[in-house]
């Protein structure tokens, strides 16, 4: 906390370095505000969701056959494979 209405990020996930983390934390905030959390379980919850969001390989992205074969042994450890938390298609 950094003021009446201000906060200060210190560092983020390794995963979105050399990212615009602007748009990511725009949403974290709006859906914290959306759902009137605190900091508590359900917002960490809600956090981690649009993370995966942002950090996720995007259409005609270019990947290596190495991460290739890495994110489909993930996506095979997943419970729910089909859709993200937010229930959008994983594939078409």
């Not at 602007?22 to 359900?42: G, Y």
């Amino acid at each position: 906390h950094f003021g009446e209405d201000t906060y200060v990020i210190q560092s983020i996930p390794a995963v979105f370095k050399g990212s615009d983390i602007q748009p990511l934390i725009r949403d974290i905030v709006e859906k914290w505000i959306e759902n009137n959390t605190d900091v508590s379980k359900r917002a960490l919850e809600d956090t981690l969701k649009i993370m995966a969001c942002h950090g996720a390989i995007r259409a005609n992205q270019r990947l290596t056959l190495q991460e290739i074969k890495t994110m489909l042994k993930q996506l095979d450890a997943c419970d729910q494979p089909s859709n993200c938390p937010h229930g959008s298609p994983t594939w078409i």
